[in-house]
């Protein structure tokens, strides 16, 4: 049985609910998060799973065969290497860091332990993009030359400039928090990645 362990597992770490599935071999045993609610949602849901107010200390707890980390971007840097340290895989949210020291070090600690790490950009897999590749693939449209993307943030713009989104030392701006989605989906739709980026405006 694959064990399941999950960093900040409120808000948008709602995704290891996806993984746990126990009748293919996945279970979640573990997870941690600062908030009360999240804690009583998780243990009500989960009998039996051990549930932590520190990540320290559910990385000492056990030996986890992979750990989602969904914590704000910040963070992902420090919980993602001790996750890497501890031998598992590692799903973590995009973006891996907010300075390429962090990445870099993310990366490091990935190749010298030989696990697995896998960043969030999960849009490349919904079934709208998939098709879109196939498509692409199949020559019907004939040889690709541009791909032009709008992206729309449907819950609006509070979502992000009244929390920690919102200053610079806790994250790298929206074209990273949200266009990390679209650059990684038009690298995918185009089997190419950028190597020339052109800036506009004050």
Same mark, same amino acid.
């Given at each position: 049985?694959?064990?399941?362990?999950?960093?900040?597992?409120?808000?948008?770490?709602?995704?290891?609910?996806?993984?746990?599935?126990?009748?293919?071999?996945?279970?979640? $045993?573990?997870?941690?998060? +600062?908030?009360?609610?999240?804690?009583?949602?998780?243990?009500?849901?989960?009998?039996?799973?051990? &549930?932590?107010?520190?990540?320290?200390?559910?990385?000492?707890?056990?030996?986890?065969?992979? $750990?989602?980390?969904?914590? !704000?971007? &910040?963070?992902?840097?420090?919980?993602?290497? %001790?996750?890497?340290?501890?031998?598992?895989?590692?799903?973590?949210? +995009? !973006?891996?860091?907010?300075?390429?020291?962090?990445?870099?070090?993310?990366?490091?600690?990935?190749?010298?332990?030989?696990?697995?790490?896998? @960043?969030?950009? #999960?849009?490349?897999?919904? !079934? @709208?993009?998939?098709?879109?590749?196939?498509?692409?693939?199949?020559?019907?449209?004939? #040889? $690709?030359? %541009?791909?032009?993307?709008?992206?729309? @943030?449907?819950?609006?713009?509070?979502?992000? &400039?009244?929390?920690?989104?919102?200053?610079?030392? &806790?994250?790298?701006?929206?074209?990273?928090?949200?266009?990390?989605?679209?650059?990684?989906?038009?690298?995918?739709?185009?089997?190419?990645?950028? $190597?020339?980026?052109?800036?506009?405006?004050?």
């Amino acid at each position: 049985m694959l064990k399941i362990a999950s960093i900040g597992a409120g808000g948008r770490g709602g995704i290891v609910h996806l993984a746990h599935n126990p009748a293919e071999g996945a279970t979640l $045993v573990a997870a941690c998060d +600062k908030s009360k609610a999240v804690a009583d949602h998780y243990t009500g849901k989960y009998p039996g799973l051990a &549930f932590f107010d520190d990540y320290r200390k559910l990385l000492a707890h056990d030996k986890y065969d992979a $750990v989602f980390v969904t914590t !704000p971007d &910040f963070l992902h840097e420090e919980m993602g290497v %001790a996750a890497l340290e501890t031998g598992a895989a590692v799903y973590l949210e +995009k !973006p891996m860091a907010i300075t390429l020291a962090g990445c870099d070090r993310l990366l490091a600690a990935a190749a010298k332990h030989g696990n697995r790490l896998f @960043v969030g950009h #999960n849009m490349r897999f919904f !079934p @709208v993009i998939e098709k879109m590749k196939e498509i692409i693939l199949s020559g019907r449209i004939g #040889n $690709v030359q %541009a791909i032009w993307c709008r992206h729309f @943030v449907d819950y609006g713009g509070d979502a992000y &400039f009244k929390d920690w989104h919102s200053e610079r030392r &806790f994250a790298t701006g929206l074209l990273l928090q949200k266009g990390a989605h679209d650059i990684d989906v038009i690298h995918h739709l185009a089997g190419a990645h950028t $190597v020339r980026t052109v800036g506009m405006g004050k």
